[in-house]
């Protein structure tokens, strides 16, 4: 008897980030995993049969019967790995920058939606002997957390692992590597009186929340704006001892988020500096995405995150005072609703129609000029088909008329930036990502870290 195939309602706010694809501006998360020598191939297929497509999206495509869209559960025989798991050859001489080009080149080009909408690209010649795994997945099936969740649970953590088996099953990895379990600290007592006006108080906050988030208004124009032409570049940084950053904040006074945010701001304006196009008082915002699921909960797939907005302070030119005016404004933003507010209305848009959401999202993303993801990684070397896995990146897509996205992951107590964005636009990204490099120097010489 044929085993019966799935098909299931597409939630609301995955269709949010579904139907914000366009020619011009694709919602593909990307990741990029670099090796020093290539792992084997039909390994890796196991792997992916076993694990990957042990998860329900991986093995759904997207369609639409009358004007509702569904994920239907494609048969595991009609997944062709030829397709999901494509081999390429990086181009002499097979360098960072020959594969900063390919990665731009595939996050240029849509996903086949007649298929799971996810795709990996196996690519020999990296540096010779090594390889590169770069992972495409749609955004409606996961955000940037769920992404890394996903990729590390593909993954070993020692050497010398048996080929997986369908016998063998497969449990995600724990968070705990990622996140925190929680605060042991016991609740803060409240009054009867601190009782009674919290609702009010509450709904005041979220009232007043979705009002600024309306008429909040644009930020500066700047060359970080400009039309799309959905030709993207992709761009990443050297390998930058975590321990760096957080001697920094140290040294400095600051968390490391803080710190990361503050090179952040440095950056951009020497960027903005050296392409003489730095505006006096500029006004540059940061869409910030914010993880809303509970610390002590499983990752899960779909998209589970807010976004806040972050005006960079690019007028202080002194690095501790940006740092500390970062800290003020971080905290301020992080005592309200905003986050959960603005998860809130992503997932409600799913339920406009396409003209109206598109509206909403123009009017948004008008608010800003890039958008920064910071996600923790894991903190020791893992292994993709007993390969050690040397260093790893994504980027992750610009939503409405955003030109630039920043990315930050940490993995094996190091840190990189990734910069893309429209080349229309952004048109040297590795102009921005030498900002970064030197602006960590900088503050490290400011700090006395040798």
């Known amino acids: 008897m044929e085993k019966e195939l799935k098909i299931e309602k597409m939630e609301f706010k995955d269709k949010a980030w579904l139907r914000m694809e366009n020619p011009r501006n694709l919602m593909t998360v990307t990741g990029v995993m670099m090796f020093d020598e290539m792992p084997d191939r039909d390994h890796l297929v196991a792997t992916l049969k076993v694990r990957l497509l042990s998860l329900d999206r991986f093995r759904q495509k997207v369609i639409k019967r009358d004007k509702t869209i569904y994920w239907e559960e494609v048969p595991e025989s009609e997944i062709d790995f030829d397709y999901h798991l494509t081999p390429l050859t990086l181009a002499d001489p097979g360098d960072d920058t020959e594969l900063e080009k390919l990665v731009g080149e595939l ?3 849509p996903l086949d939606y007649h298929r799971p909408l996810w795709q990996m690209f196996l690519v020999s010649n990296y540096h010779g002997t090594g390889a590169a795994l770069v992972v495409r997945i749609n955004h409606a099936i996961a955000d940037g957390i769920s992404l890394i969740q996903v990729l590390i649970s593909l993954m070993d953590n020692e050497p010398n692992q048996p080929v997986p088996t369908p016998e063998d099953g497969f449990v995600a990895k724990s968070p705990l590597s990622l996140f925190p379990s929680g ?7 409240k009054s009867l009186k601190d009782l009674l006006l919290s609702p009010f108080m509450l709904l005041f906050r979220i009232l007043y929340t979705i009002y600024k988030a309306f008429f909040l208004l644009p930020d500066t124009t700047t060359i970080l704006k400009g039309e799309l032409t959905g030709k993207k570049g992709f761009a990443w940084s050297k390998p930058i001892p975590l321990n760096d950053i957080k001697d920094i904040g140290r040294s400095l006074g600051g968390k490391l988020n803080d710190v990361i945010l503050t090179i952040v701001t440095e950056a951009l304006r020497q960027y903005l500096k050296n392409q003489n196009a730095y505006v006096e008082k500029a006004n540059i915002r940061v869409v910030i995405p914010v993880n809303v699921r509970p610390l002590t909960e499983n990752i899960s797939l779909g998209n589970r995150f807010g976004s806040m907005f972050l005006a960079l302070p690019l007028s202080i030119e002194d690095q501790v005072a940006c740092l500390n005016e970062v800290q003020r404004r971080t905290q301020r933003i992080k005592n309200s609703f905003e986050a959960l507010v603005l998860y809130w209305m992503t997932a409600f848009s799913g339920t406009l129609t396409k003209k109206f959401q598109m509206f909403f999202l123009d009017m948004f993303t008008q608010k800003s000029s890039l958008n920064l993801s910071n996600v923790p990684g894991p903190k020791q070397t893992l292994y993709v088909a007993n390969v050690p896995m040397q260093r790893i990146i ?6 409405g008329r955003l030109a630039m996205g920043v990315s930050i992951l940490s993995y094996n107590n190091n840190i990189m930036f990734g910069v893309t964005g429209d080349l229309n636009v952004l048109k ?18 400011l700090a006395n870290i040798r």
């Open 394 to 399: 994504f980027c992750v897509p610009q939503p």
């Open 428 to 445: 040297d990204p590795h102009a921005i990502v030498r900002t970064f490099e030197e602006e960590v120097e900088k503050l490290k010489a």
């Open 183 to 189: 605060s042991s600290e016991p609740p803060e007592k």
């Open 107 to 109: 996050a240029s080009s």
